[in-house]
């Protein structure tokens, strides 16, 4: 969480996007806090990379497989990307396209030197994305291992040692006594769970989407139009080769080498636990419709181009529905937070400033109060409303409470207590309650009532 990031405390899941934060941080300190800043930022960051990677494409293999691998990623896109940590996600895609742009584009020393530095550092921005990247530039240095002689291939080694120490100092740097150099993001290896996760990652993209944080639930998480298109782009070229042996080698490369990265990438996804997920390999989507346009656009000018043309052209029509039907059901994907919200509406009327806010944590992850603690901290409007935002985990409660003896409190409560039960947790104070709305459930994701305990 930036806020965690920004006091020097553990953050919470592990997280170690580190320059992501402070480029939120950064943003919201010239254009104010907001959920939009942030997805902004982030959808901006996406447009410049598939923008640099389409130019490259054109440069490299023409308009078609630019055009085509242009209009189908800007098409998928707004499918994929649909949970509330949209924000972030896509920043497991800003890399690949960066690192494989620069892979296609004339190779120097300063370009493969950029595409190691990029592929490394991708961990701070989304730690998944090095899934990604990893095998893309392995497997590049395998297949042109021309571009990679001389003092090319030193620079870009020296490039990525320093990357990786620097990475591991940040990492050093930030964390706190009980994290651990060797986890990121919340996650782990373990080798014995690594048939199961690869089921997870191909069953989300390519059968059903069972794993957490996900909104189009029971489908596959990758559009189901965007695979019908990979699939037939590479099975026609695959059947071209039989046909005619006399393809360009450097195109015949290229897919071998995207679709042989998206595999690896799912493999090495297997040994991160315990979250498994498509999630973590959103990058090789993005190698997969490279591929598929690269071999549509070797295949366009056969016989069967007329077919070809209309399939993809029709295809390409029922991603974009798809999107749009899916934009305008779930719009807005990050909505305002009733939560939130009423905090801020209550801080804005009233000045607190001495006061310590209280937030209840349900979830053994804390991810939701977490982010209405950063929501609340990061707000310039209402930060100087009180004096810390805690959040304590409900079966901690009453227990961590009486840390708090002596002081003012505000505590946002999301479930049903009664006066009683509060002016018990709070003995040592005088009890005041401001009620906001009757809780249908036992606890909601809005405020029922804002209690205010004073010293």
Sequence with gaps: MPNQLLHGEAIWGGGTNYLLYLLFLATYDVLGFGVTIASAV???????????????IFRCFGSVASILFFLVTTLSYPFIFHSIFAAATIWAVVPTAIVLALLMIKPTAVSLSLAMFVAVFSVLFYPGAILTCAPLLGLHIIFFRERWR????LWATCC???????????????QTPNDNVLQWAGGFMRMEHWWESVKVVLNDMFWKSTSWNTLNYNVPYVEPALLGFVSAGLISWCLSLRRNSKEAPEHIRWIVILVLSALASVLLSGFAWPY???????????????????????NIKRIYSIPLVVATALVLILIGLRSTVLINKHWPLA?????????????????ESNKIVLITA?????????????????????????EDVQVIPRAQLVERTRALQGRGVIFLANETF?????????????????????????????ICDIFIIEE
């Design 418 to 446: 009664s006066i009683e039960e509060i002016e018990k947790m709070f003995s040592w104070g005088q009890v005041s309650i401001n009620h906001i709305q009757d809780c249908p459930r036992a606890r909601a994701n809005a």
């Design 160 to 174: 990525l040692v320093i990357g990786v120490l620097a990475v591991f100092l940040i990492r050093q740097s930030v």
């Design 335 to 351: 909505g305002p937070s009733h939560y939130v919200d009423t905090a801020r509406s209550y801080f804005l009327s009233n000045q």
């Design 362 to 386: 349900y979830n053994v992850d804390q991810f939701r109060a977490q982010h209405y603690r950063c929501a609340l901290e990061l707000d310039a409007r209402i930060s100087n409303s009180f």
């Design 42 to 56: 982030s959808y901006i960051a996406f447009s410049i990379s598939i923008a640099a990677l389409a130019t490259a």
């Design 150 to 153: 001389s003092k090319r291939s």
């Design 276 to 298: 498994p997920g498509v999630r973590r390999v959103f990058g090789s989507v993005l190698l997969l419709n490279v591929a598929a346009a690269l071999a549509c656009r070797i």
